[in-house]
């Protein structure tokens, strides 16, 4: 007879982006006994698991080693101790999972503002090959990468790919057409969204240089979301280009400004040099929006026939794909719904939990 594991969680990235939104899906459908974290955020998740051990501290580094409540974890009793990245306890003891997202700090270390983080993220992926009964990987790309970097053995490893929020569907020209008002957005222009951050492997540097190139630039606007366009002015790559008057700054939105965004695009570009998933894809398709990105680590997995790609190092690449995916809204919509179908957060629970409980079986 099958027994139900007791499961428990580091959640403390829980309202962390990236992340923070696998946590949020998998408390509310793996079946988690313990959550470890912040008592305040993990209050609207309190019908999700049983017992709740307080946990605070800063994520990476020998501050979350030292306040680990090893002593509350162990008395809870339970049966596998899901991470959700790699800072697993160094001194826990139980069986344990961890999922590691991606290896961008191996990849490229040259993005990282000192050797030292390198180092550590090299030896903390090392310890969690040693030590982690089961690993985790959301994509088949970040298996490759592991088992490039390390000699683990392949069966401790499952890959299972990530879902898409129900919150990301199909939305009517007049739910969304508010955004063109309170974003100061032109009617009349065709719109590509961008949305992530400035970090250098997100590569939005090499979309601006493309994007310059298109022949009907004048005809488009990039609309840019994500905390780092927040008051962000002229930098000097896009007055260099020319392009300043054709970028849009959104900032930090809503969720359901986001939704709408992903509805109100003619196309969702992601011009990462390296992505571990690339969840975003999904989230455009889920929308109805055409996708142009990069040809390298797991895009092409989560892309499958239906995204353009382009080699996100070439500008030249990045503008052919633009042009060829801009008019292409509508065209794919029925190939894309039975793709996007594939993806579900509770495919992705339900192989949590088969690998939590494959753990309890073993000896």
């Not at 040693?130 to 490039?148: G, W």
């Not at 879902?163 to 057409?177: L, M, T, Y």
């Not at 390298?296 to 190092?313: C, H, I, K, R």
Request: glycine share 6%; net charge positive.
């Amino acid at each position: 007879m099958k027994t139900t594991p007791r499961i428990a969680i580091d959640a403390r990235m829980v309202h962390k982006s990236g992340i923070g939104t696998c946590i949020q899906h998998w408390l509310k459908d793996v079946g988690y006994s313990i959550a470890l974290g912040d008592p305040k955020e993990l209050e609207e998740y309190k019908d999700c698991f049983q017992t709740q051990i307080p946990f605070i501290s800063s994520i990476y580094g020998y501050k979350e080693q030292l306040k680990f409540p090893y002593r509350k974890l162990k008395k809870s009793a339970p049966d596998v101790l899901h991470v959700p990245h790699c800072n697993i306890p160094l001194l826990y003891r139980g069986k344990m999972m961890a999922t590691i997202h991606d290896l961008t700090h191996l990849v490229y270390p040259e993005f990282l503002p000192m050797k030292l983080v390198h180092w550590y993220f090299k030896f903390i992926f090392w310890f969690v090959c040693k030590r982690a009964d089961r690993i985790n990987v959301v994509s088949e790309s970040t298996k490759k990468d592991l088992l490039r970097f390390y000699k683990v053995n392949p069966d401790k490893i499952t890959v299972t790919p990530l879902g898409v929020g129900k919150e990301f569907v199909k939305k009517s020209k007049p739910e969304i057409e508010y955004l063109y008002e309170k974003y100061s957005i032109p009617r009349d222009k065709k719109i590509i969204l961008y949305v992530g951050n400035l970090l250098p492997h997100k590569n939005l540097n090499g979309l601006l240089k493309g994007f310059a190139q298109m022949k009907d630039r004048e005809d488009c606007r990039i609309v840019m979301v994500g905390k780092a366009f927040d008051g962000r002015t002229t930098q000097t790559i896009e007055s260099e280009l020319g392009i300043e008057h054709l970028l849009i700054r959104a900032g930090m939105v809503s969720q359901e400004d986001l939704v709408n965004f992903y509805n109100l695009a003619d196309l969702f570009v992601l011009p990462s040099l390296y992505e571990g998933f690339g969840l975003p894809i999904l989230e455009a398709f889920a929308c109805g929006t055409p996708v142009a990105c990069s040809n390298t680590s797991s895009m092409p997995e989560v892309g499958g026939q239906l995204a353009t790609y382009f080699d996100p190092q070439n500008p030249e690449s990045i503008a052919h794909a633009l042009e060829q995916s801009i008019h292409r809204k509508g065209t794919q919509d029925a190939e894309i719904e039975a793709w996007v179908s594939r993806f579900s957060w509770e495919n992705c629970s339900r192989k949590i939990r088969e690998i939590a409980e494959s753990l309890c079986a073993e000896k």
